[in-house]
């Protein structure tokens, strides 16, 4: 039996360790998920699920109160905006937390808000979204 030696391209051990790197990215999507939302992403989310009622430019109320620099803000607190009664009396200061949660499920956060038909959006939007406000607040 003869046997037979492979020669391989000098080039092919970079190849392969690109290839194992390039499978420890692809098999680490949770990491990535983590990062921060891009700006356009993150008003997207907010276009998708907000703009219909909320601006985020200050003194533009509609619908819904303006979002603007609502992180830091007391709930129910513009003045020029008739929140409902649930929401003047919440007694908090929305924080990243709060807000993502009032996205999420808005009832178990203020009861008796005005926000219907509205029934929430997933965790990951949500954060999409505070980080939009964010980044448009400080602006």
Request: proline share 6%; with cysteine.
């Amino acid at each position: 039996m003869q046997s037979r030696l492979l020669v391989l391209p000098s080039t092919w051990p970079r190849a392969i360790a690109g290839a194992g790197a390039l499978t420890l990215l692809l098999s680490a999507p949770s990491s990535l998920a983590q990062q921060p939302a891009s700006d356009e992403a993150a008003h997207q989310a907010f276009n998708n699920s907000c703009r219909t009622c909320h601006s985020a430019k200050e003194g533009d109320n509609r619908l819904g109160p303006n979002l603007n620099k609502i992180v830091g803000r007391k709930a129910g607190s513009l003045p020029d905006y008739n929140y409902s009664s649930a929401m003047k009396e919440a007694g908090f200061v929305w924080d990243q937390d709060k807000l993502t949660r009032f996205m999420v499920k808005p009832d178990e956060v203020v009861s008796g808000n005005k926000m219907q038909p509205y029934g929430g959006i997933s965790a990951e939007e949500a954060a999409k979204v505070v980080a939009y406000l964010q980044a448009a607040g400080s602006q």
